[in-house]
């Protein structure tokens, strides 16, 4: 056993140079789903996975056309019926590369400075794909793949993949698979590994307040009619308590309480308050009361203001009462949460403290379910280990406070919940200008997917 | 006495016909004071009442240039040093007259429609000064002028007088009076004549509160920074208490209490909370406990949000986290509040109420004192008789609850406190498509000041 491993990690040690100029090649394309302008784009890309795939050997490559962007398949079933079936779900599209003139070198001239790759999608994640497929290359060339593995890569997962969950739904047999692994996310630290045991859902609201029937001059009724931003302002204030805690009734009733294991987990991640105060740059902290900051943005369910809009807002100064004003307000839901209990405690909410002088609306914007996936399962057990093996230290389990949509679905479609993990690093500036891959920590994944896949071995 | 009022108001009724036709002329000059394609129009209409000046045997007439538009004199002392002198104020601008399309008939083209006369400006305020002129007319060409009279007219009313402080600072001595009437106001109800003894002041400001150096991502922050957007809403909130009070320290301090004279004034006016909801289309009144909404509106001062701004404010979702969030509040001032003194209450409330989580700043954007004219006074009473011998009851004293900047200007560089009255109403569109002026009204208006200039007459 150990002989095969280390002849498949010799194989991918060996051929460096090469993966690297392959990442180089995807990461030309600029497949930016966003924009129809890149259209042709995707197509390449698409078809340069689906080429991959069939380089590698794998069967029923398709290229799957949906109302957007295409999905990329393939599979092989070679390792037998006893052997566990892996699903690697990837993307293919980038986000858009604007602001160019930000970036040091072409977003879509991959350059290598120091041991970094910059080019737009590197990191978010056509390395991530690749990782994948060399380190099954370097099984391939050197022994037998140990598990059964399938392939889906869609291309509009940086547009929120509005066409994945019909074309998941409709293939739910060719999709049926015992372990799914979602390289799309990365480790805490390029020295201590992590495994992203957690997401968290949303719920995404509009709230509309109106008062008089049209816009007043504030002095001829102001005094004598409420007004509706000051009436949004108090609805707004009212949702928090002293103590941080969020006051929509039975908001806490679906929250798994956090075990003693958890907050232990959470504990080990190397981030403490300091390195919140200098990422964010806010003057101080702030959250929920008995929760380390950790805790907050992983662990606990949220609710934020991401928009307000009311009256004038130009400059100098006009003296408007204004007929209405809007909120924009979403939640973060932990396990076992559902988005939409949450919106029928906004309502209950509103109801409850929202004034006779106002009406009022709440419009659901959008919403997803949270999802965590058991530490003790086969996937992640194996998987942590991997990561031992490769970094010489256990990684971490941690729980990511955003959101991704593609693991909820496959979730609750498929029947699995993905195991998350990745080779980015936290600076790697995702969605931002000169985005970048760290070349050591990414040989190093494909290291950990070898031993990921033989561990897998019954 | 009663003889030569009699035959000025004789005179004046068997001249409306010419009244009108002038009105018509002046109105149909477009003078609008905020766009500089009108300026030759601007000039026009100031010739045009410098003229009006002249034909009435006005000396030193003068059209005075300013840094803007000009301001017109003239005068008249021939009644004796004993003869009290009344400052007539108007301007000659106008309001820009779009949108357009919305004019039964054209917006510079005066049309009589039943009662009515249409077009921008006829009731603010060139009617309003040719009632004036007529008035004065009317006594010159029956008998003697019993008051010395002097006339300014601006032409930036509509634009907030910016030249209009520094002309009455240079020409003091040229603009003494006993008594100053602006007529540019109007009463509250055809059927019921009032004379305007109060304006609120104004104190209008810009708060901005940060948090974290840039955006952030709600879902990787959401929790542990506090959000901008949510302190804003809690510190505006905290603004007001359960009974509608305003609650910056000191906030009341130095509002004069109304007397139980002052409160019956204001419930004489024909004027009740039906009116209100009406008029305003909001679902309920409010305001702060213990007063009506007439005295909400006129008597007491009040804190209004608007403007809000922050964060993500498009269509759709947008997880953001605002690094900023921006109010305007605006408060209007009854006597004796300072806006000085409330642009430290509002700062000394945010030093203890902003929390350490967050930076802010509130910048000064607009301020203006409040004015009260005294009711006992000469000027006040006689123009209220004046009114209850046309009308046949006594005027109501209302208290507006807007600023007029040009008032409290002329208050604190001249020391005489404006006697605020017209003759235009509630439904006149001003500043709004098809500005009229009713007619009948505008006739009984002429014999007011027929009457007022008589009534002065020791």
Redesign the interface.
Known sequence: MTKVRDSALEYAHSNKARFLDELKTFAAIPSVSTDPAYKSDIQKAASWAAARLEALGMKKVQIFPTAGHPVVYGETMEAGKDAPVVLFYGHYDVQPAEPLDLWESPAFEPTQRGENLYARGVSDMKGQILAGLFAIESIQKTSQLPCNLKFIFEGEEEIGSPNLAPFIADHKELLASDIVLNLDSGIIDKDFPSITCAL?G?A?FEIRVS????D????????????P??V???L?????NAQGKITLPGYYDSVRPLTAEDRADIARLPVDEEK?LK??????????AGYT?AE??GA???L??????????GE???????AK????I?M?LVPDQDPSEVHQQLLKYMELNA?????WEVEQ??GGFPSIVDRDTPGVQELSKAFEMVWGIKPGFKR????VPVVAQMQSILGKASILAGFGLPDDNLHAPNEKLHLPTWYRGIDVVVHFLFNLQK
């Open positions: 968290r949303l995404y008062g008089a029937a049209g007043l001059h504030s002095g001829m009724y102001g005094g004598a009619v409420h007004n931003a000051q949004l302002c108090e707004i204030a009212g949702m928090h919140y990422i964010t740059g806010a003057p101080a902290l702030y959250g929920e900051s907050r943005i606990r369910p949220t934020e203001v991401n928009g307000l809009l009311s009256g004038f807002t100098g100064s006009k003296t408007v009462l204004p004003a809007m909120a924009k979403s973060r004034p006779p002088t106002v009406r914007m959008a990511e406070g955003g959101s």
